[in-house]
T-cell receptor, first 111, second 114 residues
Framework: DQQVKQNSPSLSVQEGRISILNCDYT??????FLWYKKYPAEGPTFLIS?????DKNEDGRFTVFLNKSAKHLSLHIVPSQPGDSAVYFC??????????FGAGTILRVKS | DGGITQSPKYLFRKEGQNVTLSCEQN?????MYWYRQDPGQGLRLIYY???????QKGDIAEGYSVSREKKESFPLTVTSAQKNPTAFYLC?????????????FGSGTRLTVV
């Protein structure tokens, strides 16, 4: 049972435009959500997070939106840059520790 | 520099052999984790440990074993019982019991069965 789902395996965006990566979850006990970025043959690195008491968190070009009623979160990257090309993982936690990861979305930013 | 070191980066194993993947952290984190990444399946939890001398099975623990004798170290042994061991293995650590930046990951070990 996949508790965290990223239904788009890949996304291609033109440089300078907005990238929107989506994530759905089924466990209503999740109260903390994170996005990680991963380059090939490297470990994921933390990008941005959001607590369930908020509906938006912004950090530079990256904004995460949380819609608890829909059990949906999204990551917006504006403007997209070629260096943003990577695999993006959505993750969620219900207990402050053990994260559940989605399958990832490959983002390709074309210059 | 604080971080997590995984070694080796690439590992080849013959069928029927056990191999051990190393994971060391100097972040003073209490919790450590092992994940496996396969194409299209994201990161799946193998084992995790929240304190020294204690660990729990994750979602896909069969064919794997771990130990946590020191806070800094959490080695993973891939046994001959693991039917499909070829994968990219990631070790991570975190501060236990607090919301923070989630996990710090190592750079991974790619294991190939030949």
């Amino acid at each position: 049972d996949q508790q965290v789902k990223q239904n788009s395996p890949s996304l291609s965006v033109q440089e300078g435009r907005i990238s929107i990566l989506n994530c759905d979850y089924t466990n209503s006990m999740f109260d903390y959500f994170l996005w990680y970025k991963k380059y090939p043959a490297e470990g994921p690195t933390f990008l941005i997070s959001i607590s369930s008491i908020k509906d938006k968190n912004e950090d530079g070009r990256f904004t995460v939106f949380l819609n608890k009623s829909a059990k949906h979160l999204s990551l917006h990257i504006v403007p997209s840059q070629p260096g943003d090309s990577a695999v993006y993982f959505c993750a969620a936690s219900a207990d402050g520790n053990k994260l559940v990861f989605g399958a990832g979305t490959i983002l390709r930013v074309k210059s | 520099d604080g971080g997590i070191t995984q070694s080796p980066k690439y590992l080849f194993r013959k069928e029927g052999q056990n191999v051990t993947l190393s994971c060391e952290q100097n972040l003073n984190h209490d919790a450590m984790y092992w994940y496996r990444q396969d194409p299209g399946q994201g990161l799946r939890l193998i084992y995790y440990s929240q304190i020294v001398n204690d660990f729990q099975k994750g979602d896909i623990a069969e064919g794997y074993s771990v130990s946590r004798e020191k806070k800094e170290s959490f080695p993973l042994t891939v046994t001959s019982a693991q039917k499909n061991p070829t994968a990219f293995y990631l070790c991570a650590s975190s501060e236990s019991g607090t919301y923070n930046y989630g996990y710090t990951f190592g750079s991974g070990t790619r294991l190939t069965v030949v």
